[in-house]
Every structure is written in C-alpha cells, then in structure tokens.
C-alpha cells in the first residue's frame, strides 16, 4: 500500500514537471510563433524590428562590451525569423550563439554580462536552439564565471540593489527559463520580493547613502506606498539609484539610473510572468510605481525625468500590464518605443500592439 502511494505521488510530481516544462516551451521566455504569426508586417514597427535584424553582425556576438546592440538585434532576427520563416534569420542567430560558447568565459564586468546575455537567451528559445554546450554556457553565466568585479551574476543579483542587481535579475531569469530550472526561478524571485517587502536579506550592500530611503534602518529596493519623508513624496522611489544623482533632496536630479534598473526589471517581471510566477503586483505594484514616480511625478514636478532614448520601449510593457498608455505619447515611429534598450525591447511585435 506504502508502496502504491509513492509510486502515485512520484507519477504526479513527474506528471507536473513535464507539464511545466511543456508550457515553458509552449509560451516561450519572451514571445512565442503563435503569438506572433499573423502581425502585420507593413508598418513602421515592424520595419524597425526587421531594421535591427538585418543590420546584426553575427560575429560581433559579445557580453563583454555593455553597450553593444547586437544581442538586442540578435533578439529581432529571432523574432523576424519566427514571422518569416527566413532561415538566414535563424543563421544569425545559431552563428551568434555558437561564437558565444566558441569564446568561453567573456571578460569585463557582471554589467555588461547582466545587459547583454538575457537577449541572446530569448533568442534561443525563440528559434528552439538548444545544445548542452550553451546550456553549459548559460549556467557558467549565471553561477559559476567570476567577472572582473570579482562576481559572479548571481552573487551580483544578490549583492546590488540597483540596476547591476536589475540586469543581472533580468539575465538570470532568461537563463532560469530557459534551463527550466524553477527551482532556482522561484529562488531569484523570492528574494527579489524580500529585498521589496523586507526584511532586508542579509546579502544585500546598500551604498553609504541611505539618504533616499523611507527608513534607513529598515531599507528596501523600492519605497513603500505612501512613503512621504520632510513632506516629499517618495513612494516608488529606487533608492540606490537615486543617490546616484545625489543625496535626498526637494529638487533631485535626474541620474538616469533608475530608468535603467528598470529596464532589468521589466525583462525579469515578463519572463517570471510567463513561467507563471508573477511578480507585477508585488508590494502594491512596486514595479507601477516605481514606474509612476519616473514618469509622472517626478517628470511634472522637476521636468527631465520621464523615460527618453533607450528606456523608450518599457513604456509599452508598462502599458500592457498596468493598463497605462504612456507610450501613447510617442511617435511609433520616429522615437524609440517600439524598437529596444540595453537588453531587450521589440514591444509592437511581443505585445501585438498596433503601431
């Protein structure tokens, strides 16, 4: 009889695991064929991903250089590859995965690791490239390879609460995915919502200045709802990324910083999304507002604080999500909202808006 249950209970775990990563793969880390099958392409939006997709070198494939494009551009080949059918796209894509493996382990910084290496991920899945090879690199990537800042991506995610930390959730959670590793998924997300909700997991180093913060005894990714300090309205506020452009004050000044911790945190809210792990409504909508602080309050209080140039494009996410439409205010064509930042983007061809 003892026997009999086991057996049950171990066909059902089975049963599950198999599901999952059947769904995993159904839905794809960033988009999938069927959700992209019948968009248009005779429009600006998509001239803009399929600019980006002919215009990749494949043998510049690099996560060394932070503020290279070609893993962004790579990322569109896949997806024109998954509209067209144009086996060159995929070339691109496996040729520039394979010189990837074919360097071994990058140098530089977990930065630059963190922008460049989720795109290239996203972009194996899309075309269904899988090898053990570049599951190896991609596990190499996440935990095992120490960078020059004596990290590795992991230990970077655990360690930074700014946008290194960020990119570096965003990376993971595309190698997690894609390695249908949920175990370690669900790890990263948990602790990324403790670093929001508090307490403070013990492996985070906040800088000196504690200035932006609602309670610096009690110190979080993102302010707390309602935070108000000396009659200022900081609720949603990042503030290890606000420091950046100085100590707490009534007039801040705009880093640009937190725009770009949010670009990793969006990669990483839809990918843990699709895995069916969200994390959108965290801490009454920590991502929403922190979003809102940068885009609304701040950009009518001070002026210069709205997203501009390569944070463009969360502003569709964002509005898919939050039911926003910021990105209305852009021209889908000549501004950067459909086209991509520092490690993703694409948002007309993902989300099926119309351009």
């Not at 399929?50 to 060394?64: E, L, M, N, Q, W």
């Not at 309670?215 to 309602?226: A, K, V, Y």
């Not at 140039?309 to 209305?328: A, I």
Request: glycine share 6%; net charge neutral; proline share 4%.
């Amino acid at each position: 009889m003892v026997k009999t249950k086991i057996i049950v209970i171990i066909l059902t775990f089975s049963i599950i695991f198999m599901y999952s990563i059947s769904h995993a793969q159904q839905i794809g880390i960033w988009t999938s064929t069927d959700e992209v099958a019948n968009i248009p392409t005779d429009n600006c939006a998509w001239d803009q991903v399929k600019k980006g997709a002919d215009s990749v070198i494949p043998d510049s494939a690099t996560v060394s250089d932070q503020n290279s494009n070609n893993n962004a551009q790579i990322l569109a080949s896949a997806i024109v590859y998954i509209r067209t059918n144009i086996p060159a796209y995929r070339d691109k894509v496996v040729y520039a995965i394979e010189k990837l493996i074919s360097k071994g382990k990058p140098s530089m910084d977990t930065l630059a690791w963190s922008r460049e290496t989720a795109a290239y991920v996203m972009a194996a899945d899309l075309i269904n490239y899988r090898t053990v090879a570049f599951e190896n690199w991609c596990r190499n990537m996440a935990e095992v390879w120490v960078a020059s800042d004596g990290r590795t991506m992991l230990k970077t995610f655990k360690e930074r609460p700014n946008n290194w930390g960020s990119h570096a959730f965003a990376s993971l959670s595309a190698i997690y995915a894609y390695l249908h590793d949920y175990n370690r998924l669900k790890e990263i997300r948990d602790f990324w919502i403790l670093s929001v909700t508090g307490p403070k997991p013990k492996e985070v180093k906040y800088g000196s200045d504690l200035s932006w913060h609602m309670d610096q005894n009690f110190p979080r990714l993102i302010n707390p709802s309602g935070s108000i300090k000396e009659g200022i309205n900081i609720d949603g506020i990042i503030p290890d990324d606000m420091r950046r452009g100085g100590s707490f004050s009534s007039h801040p000044t705009d880093s640009g910083y937190p725009w770009e911790l949010m670009q990793g945190l969006v990669v990483a809210a839809r990918i843990l999304d699709r895995m069916g792990m969200s994390i959108w409504e965290v801490d009454n909508n920590a991502i929403y507002r922190a979003a809102y602080a940068l885009q609304i309050r701040l950009e009518e209080n001070y002026g210069g604080w709205k997203a501009e140039g390569d944070d463009e494009w969360l502003l569709p996410f964002l509005d898919e999500v939050y039911g926003t439409k910021w990105s209305n205010a852009y021209d889908p064509c000549s501004s950067r909202v459909f086209k991509h930042g520092k490690n993703a983007g694409w948002g007309w061809i993902t989300l099926k808006r119309k351009s």
